[in-house]
């Protein structure tokens, strides 16, 4: 059974502040590295996404950090906002073979921004 | 969520009657998904297809049943419903192998079982 590991389960920050999720994964065959977005009542949205032959990805305030050796990587948000308020989810998949268009998802981290 | 539509959006069902659910895509898209979302357990994947009439099971498929006739319509059966099932199911799509573009989901059907 593939892992993804994924902390913390909540997260409750100020407007500016810049909270920090993390994810740690078990199978280096891993080679997709995803993050999504879900607001209540929605389903989740990709965010941005890193392959591991780099170490950091940033998209506007959104930033993936990679640490291939560690195994672990963990978005962060820049200058946040009581929009960014959601439900953010990692996930991992293989890039080849049986099951390699399946994606692990982390259990999730409910992140408040509060203004 | 564009392309993609699930249905119902809520049912409220009693244990131990058939429910199938509905996703739809105009994107052409190979490959399906069907997640069920809980509290504390995040997104589980319940079974995907990878082509009309090819599937497998995934992650937590007991109980549950799929099939894909034609490329845009993956449906989503629970044979005789029980509480436990009571749930929020996501239907997702992805054009490539490994969702190297990311997966697009469907904004849900929540399913009450009583």
């Known amino acids: 059974q593939q892992q993804v590991k994924q902390s913390p389960q909540s997260l409750i920050v100020q407007k500016g502040g810049i909270p920090i999720i993390n994810c740690a994964y078990e199978n280096t065959a891993f080679d997709y590295f995803p993050w999504y977005q879900q607001f209540p009542g929605k389903g989740p949205a990709l965010l941005i996404a890193i392959r591991p032959d780099v170490s950091e990805k940033k998209e506007g305030r959104f930033t993936i950090s990679f640490n291939k050796s560690a195994k672990q990587f963990s978005l962060h948000i820049m200058d946040s906002q009581p929009g960014d308020s959601a439900t953010y989810f990692c996930?991992?998949?293989?890039?080849?073979?049986?099951?390699?268009?399946?994606?692990?998802f982390g259990k999730g981290t409910k992140l408040s921004v509060i203004p | 969520d564009a392309g993609i539509t699930q249905s119902p959006r809520h049912k409220v069902t009693e244990t131990g009657t058939p429910v199938t659910l509905r996703c739809h895509q105009t994107e052409n898209h190979r490959y399906m998904y069907w997640y069920r979302q809980d509290p504390g357990h995040g997104l589980r994947l319940i079974h995907y297809s990878y082509g009309v009439k090819d599937t497998d099971k995934g992650e937590v498929s007991d109980g549950y049943s799929v099939s894909r006739s034609k490329t845009e319509d993956f449906l989503l059966t629970l044979e005789s419903a029980t509480s436990s099932q009571t749930s929020v199911y996501f239907c997702?799509?992805?054009?490539?192998?490994?969702?190297?573009?990311?997966?697009?989901f469907g904004s849900g059907t929540r399913l009450t079982v009583v």
């Open positions: 996930a991992a998949s293989l890039g080849s073979g049986a099951g390699s268009y399946q994606l692990t």
């Open positions: 997702a799509i992805s054009a490539q192998y490994s969702g190297g573009d990311g997966y697009t």
